[in-house]
């Protein structure tokens, strides 16, 4: 047994975005750390987030113990920078022990341990393997790390990997039993708040459809099974952040509907008491994702059941809703494995709208199979929705990440190219048509030129400010952006069908006419220094379109 307490340091990877971020991955770990071991432990956190990777006492970091690292899309420069500092000068020296969590740790967690042989990953869900690995710590003082990752594996820690004589092995999945969990350590949420950032909550894990093809739940957790979390435990962690100053929750849930519409219903309920009471800030907002599927007939509610939830949702506060509609065209929509139509999700849009409520739409224009007439009929949905000027991300292409249905297809099809890329966590692909290639270039030329200025715009519509004038203003403003991306695609179009995106000097030259509208656009923004803040944007109201 140790002598003293076992020294954990969580960090946190920033994501490469203008979002401000609660790190709820390293705060649910630090809660259950410091319920199961108590006294036997030492847990700090760190988001980098919050603080430059430049912050890092090196020195420090390298006395204590175990090292959790929370991986991001975007952050393995950031994690390979740690462990380069972290590498023991000497072999004679002892370094960490070094656990990589996360979604690059999850899905990557062949090419990681390829790479860094001396770390453990967790792949999916990471109390009870990281609880594991504590526990065989406190156990085994001063054991070499070659010594402790033999351990852990024959242990039968669930939920990790690690690399052994070359060769990477895995241990059993195991879902972690939600009934249990204990609520986050929220050493950071503070300074979270202070600075407007999004601050989350967890409502459930899984989702109850589970089949989409690009759909990576079922390698995340082991199995694709909608699993809620206790409702008191849900209570408790919204009264307790009303109480620290927090206006908006944003659920981290996939599907936040899930099995159970009287769950929801019931949280609603409560909610709605407990703002009456003042237990709850009255203005408190909150984010939800939801699938189609929820939303449809003969999916687990009458059309009334439906209309229920929606309506006491409506009145408990909750605002926006994430809906992956992913598609207006039905052939893409098989190929996606949806289980939904074009009408389906059309008609889910209209009851969310009619409703009130303001609607995310997660959309995936291009896949490699597309055809240019799939392209036109994904348009056309969304003229006839009226979505063109929307101000969500609609132009995106599908992402190939690994352990995926997806990605066995587009091998067998030959779509796929090179090896994975590490740090943005997907596949290159190709696409069977060769118009599509030529336009997806194109469209990626411009948003290269775009899209940074359209992420800083996009984070500020997100974090704790709930309704606000300028919110709204925001959002009419970044969608008469996204007007600007569609009448550009449109352009390409004609171009692609008059043998035009062929022409290399034909397609600089559009870019560079739309840039100039683009640039117009937002020289009536007033930048401060290099960043927009929703200061800039006290007189946004009254302006003219593009």
Not at 138 to 148: A, F, H, Q
Not at 192 to 203: K, N, T
Not at 468 to 490: P, W
Not at 519 to 538: A, E, I, M, T
Request: hydrophobic share 40%.
């Amino acid at each position: 047994m140790r002598s003293q307490k076992l020294k954990i340091v969580l960090i946190d990877t920033s994501l490469p975005t203008d979002e401000l971020n609660e790190p709820l991955g390293v705060e649910v770990l630090a809660g259950e750390l410091t319920h199961r071991f108590g006294e036997k432990i030492d847990v700090c956190m760190l988001s980098l987030s919050l603080d430059k990777i430049e912050v890092i006492d090196y020195d420090w970091l390298k006395k204590v113990d175990l090292v959790g690292i929370s991986t991001k899309i975007g952050s393995y420069d950031n994690v390979k920078q740690i462990l380069r500092q972290l590498s023991p000068v000497h072999s004679s020296h002892q370094r960490p022990l070094v656990i990589l969590g996360g979604v690059v740790a999850t899905f990557g967690y062949e090419q990681i341990l390829m790479e860094q042989r001396d770390v453990v990953c967790i792949i999916g869900e990471g109390e009870d393997a990281l609880s594991g690995i504590v526990e065989l710590m406190l156990e085994n003082e001063d054991t070499p790390i070659s010594k402790l990752k033999s351990e852990v594996f024959n242990r039968t820690i669930p939920n990790i990997a690690i690399c052994i004589n070359q060769s990477v092995l895995q241990s059993e999945r195991k879902l972690v039993d939600l009934a249990k969990c204990e609520s986050p350590r929220r050493d950071l949420l503070n300074e979270v708040v202070v600075r407007g950032g999004i601050v989350r909550v967890e409502g459930s894990r899984g989702c109850s459809w589970g089949h989409c093809s690009f759909c990576c739940v079922n390698s995340k957790y082991g199995s694709c099974r909608w699993r809620p979390f206790d409702e008191r435990k849900v209570i408790r962690e919204i009264v307790a952040l009303s109480h620290a100053g927090v206006k908006m929750i944003y659920f981290t849930d996939e599907d936040f509907i899930g099995e159970s519409h009287e769950r929801v219903q019931r949280l609603a309920g409560k909610i709605v008491s407990l703002k009456d009471s003042g237990e709850i800030c009255k203005e408190m907002a909150f984010f939800v994702s939801m699938s189609v599927k929820s939303l449809l007939p003969n999916c687990g509610a009458s059309d009334e059941e439906m209309i229920r939830t929606l309506t006491e949702m409506r009145m408990a506060g909750f605002r926006e809703i994430f809906l992956g509609i992913e598609s207006g065209c039905d052939r893409q929509l098989a190929r996606y494995r949806k289980g939904v139509t074009s009408q389906d999700n059309l008609r889910a849009l209209k009851i969310l709208k009619s409703l009130g409520f303001y609607v995310d739409i997660g959309f995936l224009m291009f896949d490699p199979e597309m055809t240019l007439d799939d392209l036109k009929e994904n348009i056309s949905f969304l003229e006839d929705a009226d979505l063109i000027g929307h101000d969500s991300r609609l132009i995106k292409r599908l992402r190939a990440i690994p352990h995926t249905n997806l990605i066995n297809t587009l091998t067998v099809k030959g779509l796929l190219r090179e090896q994975l890329d590490i740090d943005s966590l997907q596949f290159p692909m190709q696409f069977a048509s060769a118009s599509i290639s030529r336009m997806v270039s194109a469209f990626q030329q411009w948003e290269n030129l775009t899209l940074k200025t359209v992420n800083v715009i996009q984070g500020c519509l997100r974090g704790q400010e709930a309704e606000s004038v300028i919110r709204a203003d925001l959002r009419a403003f970044l969608g008469e952006l996204r007007r600007l991306d569609f009448e550009l695609l449109m352009e390409l179009i004609t171009l692609e069908e008059n043998n035009g995106l062929k022409d290399g000097g034909l397609v600089e030259r559009c870019l560079a006419r739309y840039l100039e509208r683009f640039n117009q656009h937002c020289s009536q923004v007033d930048y401060p220094g290099s960043h927009l803040s929703q200061r800039s944007f006290k007189n946004f109201g009254g302006r003219s379109g593009l």
